[in-house]
């Protein structure tokens, strides 16, 4: 009897690909987007393809896609380009959700009143404490502390996601169960990353 191979776990990690709308189409129907450098994600990367505001259509911004990084990243012939000039290298992804039916807009109107550094911006109403300038960029990765939140607040909004299979470097997954356990690890992860308050009183030098 053969062996069945190992289940392949995504990275630890979430990232966003931000797409200008105007050039969205193109990267939908290519699977892949643009950057000014290679991308330096690890290879399986689990990563929401957002659309930004604005463009000809003044559409509205979110996410619109869940897809993975191939760890593939190219130079592009500029008459090859799908986009403007100034995102020369072309990256591959491969989708685990390839469009939602209806665009995941995280709604920045919450204002920040409680911290000084942020005070003015606006937070997510769907993402409690993310605010819009943790995913500006073109391929960011999401702080591990909004990381599971984010892609679990997605799946709530978007449950057409737990209809659908894909493969997954090589597998068969179910998308809902296994972004569900990503967003799992993420939280793990986002508490290694919290300092863990000191133990016993605390007392001050004299």
């Not at 289940?7 to 630890?12: F, M, T």
Request: glycine residues 8%; contains cysteine.
């Amino acid at each position: 009897m053969t062996a069945r191979p190992p289940l392949v776990v995504p990275p630890p990690m979430l990232a966003v690909a931000n797409v200008h709308p105007d050039y969205l189409e193109a990267c939908l129907d290519g699977c892949c987007t643009g950057s000014r450098y290679p991308c330096r994600l690890p290879e399986g990367t689990v990563t929401l393809i957002r659309q930004t505001a604005g463009g000809s259509g003044k559409k509205l911004y979110g996410v619109v896609g869940i897809w993975y990084y191939t760890g593939e990243s190219r130079q592009v012939p500029s008459h090859r380009l799908r986009w403007s000039r100034r995102f020369p290298w072309q990256v591959e992804f491969k989708p685990l959700v390839p469009r939602f039916e209806k665009t995941f807009c995280e709604e920045f109107t919450v204002p920040v009143t409680d911290d000084e550094s942020r005070r003015g911006h606006r937070s997510s109403l769907h993402v409690p404490g993310l605010v819009y300038t943790k995913l500006q960029g073109i391929i960011v990765r999401v702080p591990p502390e909004f990381a599971g939140p984010y892609l679990r607040a997605l799946l709530k909004e978007r449950p057409e996601a737990a209809r659908l299979k894909a493969d997954y470097r090589g597998r068969q997954v179910a998308v809902r169960s296994f972004l569900s356990e990503l967003a799992g690890r993420l939280d793990e992860e986002a508490g290694k990353a919290t300092p863990k308050p000191p133990e016993g009183p605390i007392s001050a030098q004299v």
